[in-house]
């Protein structure tokens, strides 16, 4: 069946809204047209001048399917990755038992959530510590690319026992073989020593306050990750993502390596461009993340780094959590860290970037739709 879709604008250089129809051969779009070219078709619809927008891809989601789907499950994040226009999510492998860092785990987790899903899907798959005792690590890595994981997650700083985090020399190891394979690898980009001796010293002073917990994860974690990878990446020659960055100096050395001809590139997310330490300090746990939002120097510059193409891409991180049990445990040190946000993905950049003229409609459809699908091996 053909379809054609009028009365539409879709969106061009800059800011630039252009007039045009979409011509659809049952669910493929085959054609972008002019608004005075003739197609025929088996049905017309008009939108009545409405913008239409590529679908967005949400690079990372944490869906907790298998395992923990007493927070939700594959059905429930797609459904709202469809609500906001998100038609493809890229989910984590950490948050499912068992976690996806075998083959076999990636066959157990597709059974049961491809049966659920309401938009596309890729997976990430993992290293952690755990496995890294097993003598097979290439070809563990080499298995889960052939069975077509969209990239290697790994942590330098974890809280979760079943996905331990890697030490930079172990690091080093996946990097290699990673890179001769092409495979891109996502790093959590804290540094761990950093992050333990900043709690300990809080702690020792009895700290227990959203703030207390942001000073526990101090931007220097994130400065000191950034600058390890890119002596990986150096090193290595792998193609090397640092999620959800939340530190400006931290996207500087990203953009250092950048200028001279390294794979670093980084992701950040709308929660660290929206909100402050101030905002931490007024909502709690409600906005507790790893890593913590940080100063408006900090968010100001990430808006920067969107609009002149220092960061990649913007994803979620979506992580949803049991309400009200796992966010006021009565301690911000148990509280769950992780906030939902597939379905406000497109619509805070719209209204945030495009609309404050922070970023131009062009680039919100570089960061939400061709970026990741490139970075994705999807660009086709």
């Not at 252009?18 to 049905?43: C, K, Y």
């Not at 927070?71 to 996806?100: H, K, L, N, Y």
């Not at 050395?253 to 461009?273: D, K, N, W």
Request: net charge negative.
């Amino acid at each position: 069946m053909k379809t054609l879709i009028q009365g539409l604008v879709v969106p061009g250089k800059g800011d630039e809204r252009r007039p045009a129809q979409l011509l659809l051969e049952d669910e493929i779009i085959t054609a972008v047209l002019g608004p005075s070219e003739n197609a025929t078709a088996d049905r017309q619809i008009d939108l009545g001048g409405l913008l239409v927008l590529p679908g967005a891809i949400d690079g990372h989601v944490h869906f907790d399917d298998p395992g923990f789907t007493r927070r939700e499950d594959f059905a429930s994040g797609t459904r709202a990755a469809a609500a906001g226009g998100v038609t493809m999510v890229v989910d984590m492998p950490c948050t499912s038992i068992p976690p996806v860092t075998s083959e076999e785990n990636l066959r157990a987790k597709l059974a049961i959530i491809e049966p659920k899903a309401h938009v596309d899907f890729m997976l990430w798959g993992g290293i952690s510590s755990n496995v890294l005792q097993e003598n097979d690590l290439t070809r563990r890595i080499e298995k889960l690319s052939k069975s077509g994981v969209a990239a290697i997650k790994l942590y330098f700083l974890s809280g979760m026992d079943s996905f331990g985090d890697l030490r930079p020399d172990q690091a080093r190891l996946v990097l290699e073989i990673t890179g001769k394979l092409g495979l891109p690898v996502g790093v959590h980009a804290e540094d761990r020593r950093v992050v333990e001796a900043a709690r300990e010293a809080v702690k020792a002073r009895g700290g227990d306050t959203p703030r207390d917990y942001a000073a526990a994860r101090p931007a220097e974690a994130e400065i000191a990750a950034a600058r390890t990878l890119k002596m990986l990446c150096r090193e290595t020659g792998a193609q090397v993502h640092i999620v959800h960055i939340a530190s400006r100096e931290a996207l500087d050395i990203v953009t250092g390596a950048r200028s001279e001809g390294l794979a670093l590139s980084a992701e950040t997310c709308p929660h660290y461009l929206l909100f402050t330490e101030d905002d931490l300090e007024r909502l709690g746990a409600l906005l507790k993340t790893a890593p913590v939002v940080k100063s408006a120097q900090d968010r100001d510059g990430l808006w920067n780094g969107l609009a002149s193409g220092d960061l990649l891409y913007v994803a979620s991180d979506h992580a949803a959590a049991v309400w009200p049990e796992e966010k006021q445990t009565g301690s911000i040190w148990t509280d769950y860290g992780g906030v939902p946000g597939v379905e406000l993905l497109l619509p805070t950049l719209y209204s945030e970037g495009v609309a404050a003229h922070r970023i131009t409609l062009e680039r919100l459809v570089e960061l939400t739709s061709t970026a990741p699908a490139e970075f994705f091996g999807v660009g086709h």
